[in-house]
């Protein structure tokens, strides 16, 4: 069973910074991408970034720029340093596994933005 486990969100001012974490219980290579959403209370889940196996990175248009997705091979994990934070981006993170038709998320983590 794949297990993916948040972590690094809290409450940060607005223009500040946090680093979310996903530890991933198996070799991150096993998946065709690793990334993350979002989902803020009465919106729809959202993605917001994600590298797929060969190391590529996209981006939704509101965290790029700001945000940026990265991985340490060794350790499984898939990191989002998360820069310039906005009201806006107060949301509950989930980090996301997938591999051909199979999606795999994390329990989330929350992320709150003090204007």
């Known amino acids: 069973q794949v297990q993916l486990v948040e972590s690094g969100g809290g409450l940060v001012q607005a223009v500040g910074s946090l680093r979310l974490s996903c530890a991933v219980s198996?070799?991150?290579?096993?998946?065709?991408?690793v990334g993350w959403y979002r989902q803020a209370p009465g919106n729809q889940r959202e993605w917001v970034a994600r590298?797929?196996?060969?190391?590529?990175?996209t981006y939704s248009d509101s965290a790029k720029g700001r945000f940026t997705i990265s991985r340490d091979n060794g350790l499984n994990t898939v990191n989002l340093q998360m820069n310039g934070l906005k009201s806006e981006d107060t949301a509950v993170y989930y980090c996301?596994?997938?591999?051909?038709?199979?999606?795999?998320w994390g329990q989330g983590t929350q992320v709150t933005v003090s204007s």
């Open positions: 198996e070799n991150i290579f096993n998946f065709n991408s």
């Open positions: 590298i797929n196996v060969g190391g590529r990175t």
């Open positions: 996301n596994a997938t591999i051909l038709s199979h999606n795999y």
